[in-house]
């Protein structure tokens, strides 16, 4: 869709903002105009002779059919397998991918496969199913019941319009959290934890010196007058 400057064919027959016809004029009048009202002028008819243009805020009608403009989304047939040995957990994994479909829109087909002897017990297939049944209540539409295909048991089931537009998302199940990177291991032993340092006492001991008495005792030196004279 050309507008303004764009517009290059002269002349043009004219629509005004409040949707008024104008007439013919010539592009460059009409462009003006347009600049005057503050508006766009937009060709809405190029294949008209003349062709027809309008005076409009071509920003906002852009928004407003982008804003209405619903992508139409056609309707698949998804599988979800199943087995009568199924536990808990896995089952709960399958009827989350389950809803995942149905929020789409898509309807979803049930196999449950037999293997060997299971094939002899059919009723835990339709006891399984009838289960998921009831679990999606009144926001699914059974378009087919349980029923054998050869070897396998198969269900289709349609969403209602609008019943899954709430659903929870999927649960994720309990798990070693993968952001925590394992310690790595190695051969040699943990260092021991040395226990604190306690203070040293450092006792201060007074260094007297040791005064050994004798037993002996040593004459008094005697004076010169004491001393006996030499005999001559």
């Known amino acids: 869709m050309r507008s303004n400057a764009q ?21 460059e009048e009409a462009l003006r105009q ?4 503050g508006l766009d002028l937009v ?15 071509f920003g906002k009608w852009k928004y407003r059919q982008k804003k209405h403009h ?49 094939r002899a017990h059919r009723e835990i297939g339709i006891t399984i199913f009838r289960g998921i049944i009831a679990e999606f209540g009144e926001q699914i539409k059974v378009e087919r019941p349980p029923s054998m295909d050869g070897r396998h048991m198969i269900m289709i089931l349609t969403p209602i319009k609008g019943a899954f537009e709430d ?28 226990p604190p340092a306690q203070p040293d006492v450092v006792l201060k001991t007074e260094q007297i010196p040791a005064v050994q008495a004798s037993t002996e005792q040593v004459p008094a030196e005697q004076t010169p007058a004491e001393q006996p004279a030499k005999e001559t």
């Open 34 to 37: 347009a600049q005057e009202a």
């Open 167 to 194: 659903a929870e998302p999927a649960r994720k199940t309990a798990g070693p959290d993968k952001s925590e990177k394992p310690k790595k291991t190695t051969g040699r032993p943990a260092p021991q934890e040395k």
């Open 70 to 118: 619903k992508k139409h989304h056609e309707q698949q047939l998804k599988e979800v397998r199943i087995r009568p040995k199924t536990d808990s957990h896995d089952r709960e994994v399958k009827l989350n991918r389950a809803i995942r479909f149905f929020r789409k829109g898509d309807k979803v087909q049930f196999t449950m496969m037999f293997r060997g002897r299971e």
């Open 7 to 27: 517009i290059r064919i002269s002349p043009i027959r004219l629509i005004g903002q409040n949707d008024e016809q104008i007439g013919i004029v010539e592009t």
């Open 43 to 57: 060709e809405v008819a190029p294949n008209a002779r003349p062709p027809v243009c309008r005076i409009m805020d």
